[in-house]
């Protein structure tokens, strides 16, 4: 199986400060965000996130109350470039599998760009995606990417 990392969503009202109070909780338990896409539909705002240590964060948000679910998604490394997109994107229609969304990382891999993906087949689209040659990064991957190369390497 590709590798995959964790994602976690959380449902909030669209009230202000609310976005705040999930990131200082998450900040209160040393936790890192390594990825975060905010989407607003009305009354009410879907943040997903990738961070460093998805158990604790999840436990961190439901201690203020708030609703957190977990779900696999892909990282994948990108040639800092035109066209590296447009490929990852021909290959997954290719084989008939729609991208339901994606988000970049805050910080890059190596001097490449780290996208998140998420698929309706998330093996499938990682086999894929690994066959042909993109490098999946595991969710440790991930979480190394925020911090320096000496603490990934005794981690």
Do not use: W
């Not at 990392?5 to 959380?10: G, N």
């Not at 975060?36 to 943040?47: N, Y």
């Not at 994606?102 to 190596?110: A, C, D, I, M, N």
Request: proline share 3%; net charge negative; with cysteine.
């Amino acid at each position: 199986m590709p590798p995959k990392v964790r994602q976690i969503s959380i449902f909030l009202e669209n009230r202000v400060g609310r976005l705040m109070e999930a990131t200082k909780a998450l900040s209160r338990e040393a936790i890192n965000i390594l990825g975060i896409s905010v989407v607003e539909v009305s009354d009410f705002g879907i943040i997903r996130l990738v961070v460093d240590a998805p158990d604790e964060a999840l436990a961190a948000l439901g201690r203020i109350g708030l609703v957190a679910t977990e779900q696999e998604v892909l990282a994948v490394e990108l040639t800092d470039g035109p066209g590296s997109l447009a490929q990852l994107l021909t290959l997954l229609v290719q084989a008939e599998l729609s991208v339901q969304y994606t988000y970049g990382l805050l910080e890059k891999s190596r001097g490449r760009s780290v996208i998140v993906l998420r698929v309706g087949d998330v093996d499938g689209a990682g086999l894929i995606l690994d066959d042909s040659g993109f490098h999946l990064l595991s969710h440790y991957e991930v979480a190394g990417l925020g911090r320096g190369p000496e603490e990934c390497a005794t981690s």
